[in-house]
């Protein structure tokens, strides 16, 4: 109930917020974040421009993001090799940001990236930005612009935004599984099978951390689709016991009879800026989580499917409040408190501790951070897990990630001992042209105990290794428009109920039935 009661009391306070801030004048300075831009969208999202420190969540690069800023000045620099004169990998000379004509990539040309018109990039803008007219084989699509319909242009100044995206997809596998599911893969879990995976809008007012004035804002996220089943929360989607739906279908294939599709609310939570130093920055509600690089948000993340670090080792969401406070132009730290991993109410009546410190490179290039969470989970146990990121920007165009995650249950794994995770991704990704990036990621993850990616641990399983190969592309002849094709490969020797030969049960794949898989997926994105 208490839960309950503050997630109503945000909501209100953030109507509050909306009716009385939309009448106020802009003040001094600009937003944290472009209002007119998309969710995933935002200053970290360019090579040459400051992150928001505010986050200690990195965006991640690739999709909208860092690898496609090749150029950033107008001396024409090169992309990746060098700058100024020096020519790129291809012998061409860069794009720069003044419309010489010329881009790095692998086309050019009318229609391709020569600066201005469609295809092109406007002068001043960077040939090598995504920031074009949307051009489908040399014809210009009218990008629409939903907040624009709704929302006037005092309302965007003042920080006023509605925006968001479909997320739909196709995930082939090789074994056709008869249950048609990639388990243990989720979010794009069903196999040869087309799925609508997010209809998502986002809408909210972003706060001004820039003034020495208090600010106040939020943001409510709603999404409908088959991801859904992965971003509820104990309480508010579900009952209390974290299975039943409240408002969705108990009559699907999924997990203790879930649909397919249905309806969440990942984020609903009131923001407050207070000029204490350089500006404390505080959410109340409903928000995910600083742990990991990936993201439930489908335009923040490179590849269709998700690392298995995100998918098990991970929280999603928080409900309760956390505190944001940048040091330095570098250093970033968040402390605040919580209902645990992913619960609008908890059961235990207990609170969990999340906390971070984040660094960035004064040119911005490289990122490292650190998050923690822990408290009491299940039947008052305590839960703790880690997570450590560094990203480092090597050329203009090739961008590395590592992502290392570490987990705890006490008197959660065989016979009422620990039950411990442990696990480690490595992004390479690099920025061909300004529409085209491809990238690759490895991972392995140790789910000891089985506690984890099946939940069940038992001395009668073995193994709990997995391994992870993913190679994708992402073409994005605009902002609005993202395709990401890819090949996954993913091996384990998880065999349940021992190594019988006889049994049907030899592995973690096609239901049960095979210790590797392959896919091939991909998914188109339409923001608007």
Known sequence: MASRWMLSATLLAALIATTSAAWAQPGEGSASRDATVYVGDGPSTYADAPDVGAELHPVP?????????????????????????????????????????????????????????????????????????????????????????????????????????????????????????????????????????????????????????????????????????????????????????RWNSNNGPRGFGAAIYGLSLPQAYLEVFAPIGSGLRVKLGRYYTILGYESAMAPENFFYSHSYSFQYGQPLTHTGAQASYDLDDCWTISAGFNRGWDNFEDPEDTYSFLGGLAWQSPTRRTHFSLAVETGDETRGENRTAYTLLLRHRITRCLTYVAEHTYGNDNNQGVGGGDAQWFGIVNYLLYSLS???????????????????????????????????????????????????????????????????????????????????????????????
């Open 434 to 528: 300004p529409t085209l990036d491809v990238g690759l990621r490895y991972e392995y993850f140790k789910d000891n105990d089985n506690s984890r990616v099946f939940a069940q641990p038992s001395p009668l399983h073995e193994g709990g290794e997995y391994h992870a190969w993913t190679f994708g592309l992402n073409w994005k002849p605009c902002q609005d428009i993202i395709l990401r094709p890819e090949l996954r490969w993913d091996r384990s020797d998880f065999v349940p109920f021992g190594n019988v030969p006889t049994s049907p049960f030899q592995g973690a794949f096609n239901d049960f039935g095979e210790r590797d898989q392959f896919t091939l997926g991909f998914d188109l994105i339409t923001r608007f």
């Open 61 to 245: 690069g690739g999709v909208g993001g860092e690898l496609g800023g090749c150029d950033s000045g107008c001396d024409g620099g090169s992309c990746g090799l060098g700058a100024g004169p020096v020519r790129n990998w291809l012998g061409r000379r860069g794009c720069g940001s003044c419309g010489d004509g010329t881009c790095c990539g692998i086309w050019q040309g009318p229609g391709w990236n020569s600066c201005g018109g469609c295809g092109k990039r406007p002068a001043g803008e960077g040939c090598c930005r995504n920031h074009g007219p949307c051009c489908l084989l040399g014809v210009e699509i009218p990008q629409i612009r939903v907040q624009d319909w709704i929302l006037g242009p005092k309302a965007q100044e003042n920080g006023w935004f509605i925006n968001g995206w479909v997320d739909q997809g196709f995930t082939g596998n090789t074994q056709s599984p008869e249950n048609n599911f990639n388990s243990p893969v989720v979010y794009n879990d069903r196999a040869n099978e087309w799925l609508v995976n997010q209809v998502y809008v986002a809408m909210g007012r972003n706060i001004r951390s820039d003034t020495c004035f208090w600010d106040i804002g939020g943001r409510v996220d709603v999404l409908y689709g088959s991801d859904y089943f992965f971003t509820t929360a104990a309480g508010l989607e579900t009952e209390a016991d974290g299975i039943t739906q």
